[in-house]
Structures are given as structure tokens and as C-alpha cells.
Nanobody, 123 residues
Framework: VQLVESGGGSVQSGGSLRLSCEVIGYTWSRLCMAWFRRAPGKEREGIASIGRDGSTLYADSVKGRFTISQDADKNPLYLQMDSLKPEDTGTYYC??????????????????WGEGTQVTVSS
């Protein structure tokens, strides 16, 4: 499974961006997938996940502002980011769990990772 993110960039506070993650090499069923981010000088943070049944989870820091979604054909994965704040600045990563695993908690182990895309929010 290969994951390729796109859609990062620079935006002013209050603006919006949409990230995409293309899944390459796996098409048989839905995967538990998630978005993580690493802000400068901080630990990596899980911010949103979507389970194999389409259920979603969000970190408190992005709840109500970010929306994770996936097309009906499972590809690509999206992260719609609205009302962006300077503290949302960081590198954003797409991740997927082993297809044999059903749990999709943000604290779970994710086996597959993209290389990341940079998001910069200026005040």
C-alpha cells in the first residue's frame, strides 16, 4: 500500500485548504485511514480518522473545523480544513491501518504512511 498526499500550501488565518491522499496498490476493501500532523517542535498528532464502516473520529483541536471523507470507490481520502489557525501549521500525513484490522482509533498502530504535505497558516 502506497499513500501519496497533495493539496498542502500557504493560507491566511481563517482560510481553507483541502488535502487529498491517493491510495496506490490496494483496492479490495475499505481501509481504516487517518490524517496526522506534526507541528514544528511538537509530537505527531492524530487529528481525524475514518473507519471501514465510514465512521469518523476527530481530535478536539480540529473538531468542527476539519472534515475527513472518502469517495465511494474508496479513493482518494480527503481532509477539508476550514477556519484555519496559525497553530494548524505543520506537516500533514495520510496513514492507513493493516486491512485485516477493524479498529480505527487515532491511538492505534498505522502501518502505512505517506511522505507528508506542508500546510502553513499565517496570521
Amino acid at each position: 500500500v502506497q499513500l501519496v498526499e497533495s493539496g498542502g500550501g500557504s493560507v491566511q488565518s481563517g482560510g481553507s485548504l483541502r488535502l487529498s491522499c491517493e491510495v496506490i496498490g490496494y483496492t479490495w476493501s475499505r481501509l481504516c485511514m487517518a490524517w496526522f500532523r506534526r507541528a514544528p517542535g511538537k509530537e505527531r498528532e492524530g487529528i481525524a480518522s475514518i473507519g471501514r464502516d465510514g465512521s469518523t473520529l476527530y481530535a478536539d483541536s480540529v473538531k468542527g473545523r476539519f472534515t475527513i471523507s472518502q469517495d465511494a470507490d474508496k479513493n482518494p481520502l480527503y481532509l477539508q480544513m476550514d477556519s484555519l489557525k496559525p497553530e494548524d501549521t505543520g506537516t500533514y500525513y495520510c496513514a492507513a491501518r493493516d486491512p485485516r484490522l477493524s479498529s480505527c482509533d487515532l491511538g492505534a498502530f498505522f502501518a502505512y504512511w505517506g511522505e507528508g504535505t506542508q500546510v502553513t497558516v499565517s496570521s
